[in-house]
């Protein structure tokens, strides 16, 4: 029954955005997404360059569903990232984080600095733990430094449960 619910899952990213609202402190080299074979298999990279220490992190996540526009959704959580990666101890954060883990660079506490990566990610159904019905999505990231708002990410993305 488990391996006709992960072939049944169609997941794929359709766009990515990356924004610095402060390049002094956040640059990003690389934010796309690489089509990777015909059967829709698409892989995002991110680079990203901290050019200070980031000792005080905040995450704010959101995850929008396109219905006449897209539409707040389900999920909307705010953490310290820093407490985050050394205690796991949001569980919608921590059902993200296990999707993203092994495709990124961001494996220890704070502080980041430097050249900071996710590198052909795609989703492992195995790990979804997350209940989404079939539509198109936007997962809207801000990431706060020192309490102000440094860059923003935003993944835009297709489910497809065909039970």
Request: charged fraction near 20%; aromatic fraction near 12%; hydrophobic fraction near 40%.
């Amino acid at each position: 029954m488990l391996s006709k619910l992960q072939n049944a899952v169609i997941f794929k990213m359709t766009n990515v955005v990356c924004d610095s609202y402060n390049t002094s402190w956040v640059e990003f080299g690389i934010c796309r997404l690489k089509a990777v074979s015909r059967n829709k298999v698409v892989f995002l990279n991110i680079d990203v360059t901290l050019h200070h220490p980031v000792t005080n992190l905040i995450v704010n996540g959101q995850i929008m569903k396109r219905a006449n526009g897209y539409k707040p959704w389900l999920y909307k959580v705010s953490f310290d990232g820093c407490q985050f990666l050394k205690k796991k101890n949001n569980v919608v954060a921590r059902i993200v984080w296990d999707l993203v883990q092994e495709f990124s660079s961001l494996n220890h506490s704070c502080p980041y600095v430097g050249l900071q990566r996710v590198r052909d990610f795609y989703l492992n159904v195995q790990k979804l733990r997350l209940p989404l019905p079939t539509g198109d999505y936007l997962l809207l990231i801000d990431w706060l430094f020192d309490k102000k708002p440094q860059a923003g990410t935003n993944v835009s993305f297709t489910f497809v449960e065909d039970l």
